[in-house]
Nanobody, 126 residues
């Protein structure tokens, strides 16, 4: 199972981008799965930034993006979006989406996710 992340690019500080995570032909019920966005900047560890849980649709954000990023889901298209507003240079990273079955609130742990996308580069210029 391969997720497809797209929508990255180069944007100026304060700008916006919308990332998409598509799961074509997902073999399970897409709505049962939590879909998360992670990012990894050069020389830094991978960071969980947002998640929309399966089932109850509970949404989580890292403090670093709360109030600026919005995660949403379009179930009919097996797609999750990450709307990123008021971007900052420190948001520059490769962004990945991941799918997994969450059984608690540890949405930020990468081992919770079984399926990953290939990543999309986001670069925010100052």
């Amino acid at each position: 199972v391969q997720l497809q992340a797209s929508g990255g690019g180069l944007v100026q500080t304060g700008g916006s981008l919308r990332l998409s995570c598509v799961a074509p032909g997902f073999p399970y019920d897409f709505d049962d799965y939590a879909i998360a966005w992670f990012r990894q900047a050069p020389g830094k560890e991978r960071e969980a930034i947002s998640c929309i849980n399966g089932g109850d649709g509970k949404i989580y954000y890292a403090n670093s993006v709360k109030g600026r990023f919005t995660i949403s889901k379009e179930s009919a298209k097996n797609t999750v979006y990450l709307q990123m507003n008021r971007l900052r240079p420190e948001d520059t990273a490769v962004y990945y989406c991941a799918a997994g079955l969450l059984y608690g609130d540890s949405w930020y742990m990468d081992f919770e996710y079984d399926y990953w996308g290939q990543g999309t580069q986001v670069t925010v210029s100052s």
